[in-house]
């Protein structure tokens, strides 16, 4: 490669959105590029030419791994979605402009389906332009909901908090297991997909028997099973957990945060997802008279870097690596894909897929995964998901909290 | 000392909660004591006869560290207050009763205020009816609100989860700095106590300027001087995230989660304290127009035991052990204290404080360590609460989560 990279970030942050950064300086540097840029706030961003040399940060080795220590975008991120083509070709041109004015022969995109958009658009308008530059998208999201690829970096990161959590919730939960039953709802992120939701059921364990039950978006929410279900629970137990989605909804499709309350609605319009567990646990608690919790996993299972999974890690830093790999071998309009090679022991290799297949596509968990009477997760999920929770790289701690490495 | 003993955990769990257990244990079994039972859930099963033999668990070692990485409280817990002794001698006597079945001599109680009053009602009991059993209080609460102890066992284990959580929250918050601000409010635990949302401070270093506002019950909360802070601060940076208390009020003494909307009340009649955050957000986004979000740590504070302070973890060992080192020198009606002797480095002893003067006695964040404006704290309190959180204990990875030891 002659000229020079640049790598955004873009949507919603993960613990491993950094190492994938990492990953294209990496692989950038011992190919000999020159420089490696990084879009601050993503294409947005690119599009006022705000850009940083990522030297100054990632030159001693020692940067590298704080950058894999980071929680949430280190370049920033952004929610700018390309236009449509037609009509909007300055927009690209734009694009183009400043990809040449940096000499900038590879634009590498971290994100998930909004952001493989971007990637297709991008490379879609070179080929109709006869443009030289090429495109590569690098996978992230906790959501795990990209197609083609066996799982998505920042899930097993998010599953591993999650897993983690959990566990220490259902102890806290049982200690007051003298008095009457507590009920704890617990809600985690997920709008369409249960795929972090699941990740309830890696709490499953000889020490720990994970939540009573687990609701996933993909199948409808019937609110008096749910009653039933947590009646039956609680007269055999003293303490009852409950995992639910904050995608959960009921046969009319409307949210279970938006039965009985009105949901507010944000400044740009969308409901404001938030308040499941809360308004379930206040249900039981006025059917029931049980004592109940409702907890919000919040930004926390998408921040939480000090707990991320080292194989989440590598993955990311892989798949920023090999999109950089492609991109030398003349690739364009492609994202990475993690292929798993074997369970025992896993092993994932990646290769790279035409992004026409991806963007835009969302991935659910499958049918086959979740149990009979819909509250459960089986074996072979769990199968799935526990080897990407696995590993740990310990923090650097600095004065009692993690140290982060922050943009100038 | 030739009788047995027994240690009981009361009240909300702390993450090191377990480590006083732990450090009961092992310094009675140094002297030699035959068993070392533990109350299953406190004294109301005790009052049951509910007991196991530690040895079941802890015998081996490795048991000890497990229990030191478990959060919750192992032997379960209660929230049972001890009556007045007067027409309630009943209760007493079982007490001793089920001491001399068991042929205990000497009984630990780790908990917090309500706790050490269950110590102080027993030795004074003991004392009028010329009874020879010692009792010994442990000092445990995230609340830090115990008086005479320098800090509580509990607390510096939740601050360092506060710290570093509220860290990873302001990079996550940071991320889409692009776009007009987001206003982050973080709720955190303390009824009447500020010291937990005081930990927010923590986070403050040179990869985190911490949160831009921190409220504590310690000051009245005045809602126009809140909304003219937010305005402030949203109109020169793009990320905003603040600290508030569950417990911050305003001037006639209504929660600020009371307001505006009716407060649920449990089975039990109390006040649900959580949706501070929730209601703030929401009036932020109704007033100003900005993205808001809402964030509560809930019951991970005491439970994030994988994020344990070392030195947290240590003390609470050493509390727990110098209990049982107090009641073989024929001490009785006491509590173990924490004495801090020197800062650089840091040195913290024990003694054995009388009971009386603390058992229903509540400490608070003091005036001066609250900057002028109410809204921070100084350094002088970073001072106080940084060596607390030094230090971490690997938890014991086991499948992707941290491994705990459960009771059969």
Redesign the interface.
């Known amino acids: 490669m002659k000229g020079n990279v640049v790598v955004g ?1 873009s949507g919603g ?1 993960t613990a491993v959105i950094n190492s994938s950064v990492a990953g294209v300086y990496a692989a950038a540097k011992k190919l000999g590029v020159n420089k490696v840029y990084g879009m ?3 294409i ?2 690119f599009l006022e030419d705000k850009i940083c040399d990522l030297d100054e940060y990632l030159a001693d080795e020692a940067g590298i791994e704080l950058l894999k220590r ?4 280190f370049l ?4 700018f979605k390309m236009p449509k083509i037609e009509g909007h070709e300055d927009v690209y041109e734009k694009v183009f402009e400043i990809m040449e004015k940096h000499d900038i022969e590879c634009l590498f995109y971290c994100g998930g389906n909004d952001s493989m958009d971007t990637v297709k658009m991008l490379s879609d308008y070179a080929a109709a332009h006869n443009k030289s530059q090429r495109f590569v998208g690098v996978p992230k999201t906790i959501d795990n909901d990209l197609p083609i690829t066996d799982h998505c970096p920042g899930y097993g990161s998010a599953a ?1 908090y999650i ?3 959990m ?3 259902i ?9 009457k039953p507590i009920v704890c709802i617990v809600e985690i992120m997920g709008r369409n997909a249960g795929w972090l939701t699941a990740a309830a059921a ?2 499953r ?1 000889s ?2 028997e994970g939540p009573d039950a687990i609701y996933l978006p993909e199948k409808v929410f019937d609110m008096d099973a749910f009653m039933e279900k947590v009646k039956e629970l609680a007269a055999k137990k003293s303490s009852v957990v409950i995992a639910v989605s904050e995608g959960v909804h009921i046969a009319d499709g409307r949210y279970v945060c938006e039965l009985g309350r009105e949901v ?1 609605v ?3 319009g969308h409901k404001q997802m ?2 499941t567990a ?1 308004m379930l646990a ?1 249900k039981v ?1 006025e059917e029931t ?8 996993f ?3 299972q ?6 991320a ?1 080292l194989t989440d890690i590598n993955e990311a830093f892989q798949v920023g690596h090999d999109a950089v790999v492609a991109a030398n071998e003349g690739k364009t309009g492609m994202m990475i894909t993690l292929d798993r090679n074997g369970d025992d022991p896993y092993q994932c290799g990646t290769s790279a897929y035409d992004i026409h297949a991806i963007a835009n596509v969302e991935r659910k968990v499958p049918d086959e995964w979740i149990t009979a009477d819909g509250t459960n997760l089986t074996d072979d999920y769990v199968k799935y998901a ?1 080897p990407l ?4 790289l ?1 923090p650097l ?10 943009r100038k």
Chains 1, 2 share one sequence.
Request: glycine share 12%.
């Open positions: 970030q942050p601050v706030h993503g947005e961003g980071t929680p949430s975008a920033g991120s952004c929610r591993k897993a983690t959590s566990k220490e919730i102890r806290d939960n049982a200690s007051f297991g003298a008095q890696l709490s364990g020490d720990c507010a944000d400044a740009f938030s308040g809360v206040q608690a008279g049980l004592k109940t919790r409702a907890i919000e919040s930004t926390l998408r921040a939480a870097t000090h707990l999974s526990r929770i696995m590993g740990e310990l701690y600095v004065n009692g909290t993690p140290r982060h490495l922050v």
